[in-house]
């Protein structure tokens, strides 16, 4: 079973406001990544790091920015948020390349809505 | 360019019927493939994987898919749909040697009596 955590699950929060969404894993990985999902679409990849002090730009441009401090920890955060921010976002880990286990684990998702 | 294609955004069956989902790849190294099920408000749960061993692969749920190195395709099939199968289903691929997963764009299950 999956140790990837997302809090909150649920967020409603007015425009202009700072949050920081939470992500934790158990399974000591050094790979996480965060996904952006609007409803009904597809997973577009806005960061990934590849272990502590290791971040970088995703696929999809985003605002949000986020953090490796620690190795279980992989929180993101948007200083200013914005209706346009209004997404479901999904935390995810995985080993590293070359290991048997190549798939990736997900969290439940947190999705925002901004007012 | 790796990428992933999930032809039919939308796949309605009935109970009880083959479920068919396609899936077709590009990568310029053997890749692993695999398949992911949401339901509503979830997170992405697993079905199934192939990592270069039998190309049939069985998943949990009685799902299945067939890795097709000629056609470039891993189609996800269940013999026999039940209600409880609907759901948001992704393809995704992850080139040997690189730590990303690149997802289709996902395939609606609807599943009706």
């Known amino acids: 079973e999956a140790d990837i955590y997302q809090t909150p699950r649920y967020l409603v929060i007015g425009t202009g406001k700072k949050i920081t969404l939470e992500c934790s894993q158990t399974m000591g990985h050094d790979k996480m990544y965060w996904y952006q999902q609007d409803p009904g679409m597809e997973l577009h990849l806005i960061h990934y790091s590849y272990g502590v002090n290791s971040t970088e730009k995703g696929d999809l441009s985003s605002e949000s920015t986020v953090s490796r401090i620690r190795t279980e920890h992989f929180p993101l955060t948007l200083e200013s948020a914005r209706p346009s921010h209004t997404s479901q976002y999904l935390c995810?880990?995985?080993?590293?390349?070359?290991?048997?286990?190549?798939?990736?684990?997900f969290g439940q998702g947190t999705r925002l809505t901004v007012v | 360019a790796q990428s992933v294609t999930q032809l039919g955004s939308h796949v309605s069956v009935s109970e009880g019927a083959l479920v068919l989902l396609r899936c077709n790849y590009s990568?310029?190294?053997?890749?692993?493939l695999f398949w992911y099920v949401q339901y509503p408000n979830q997170g992405l749960q697993l079905l199934l994987k192939y990592t270069s061993a039998a190309t049939l692969v069985k998943g949990i749920n009685g799902f299945e898919a067939e890795f097709k190195k000629s056609e470039t395709s891993f189609h996800l099939t269940k013999p026999s749909a039940h209600m409880s199968d609907a759901a948001e289903y992704f393809c995704a691929v992850r080139p040997g040697g690189y730590n990303k997963l690149i997802f289709g764009a996902g395939t609606r299950l609807a599943v009706h009596p």
């Open positions: 990568s310029s190294v053997p890749p692993y």
């Open positions: 995810a880990s995985s080993e590293p390349a070359g290991t048997s286990n190549t798939e990736a684990f």
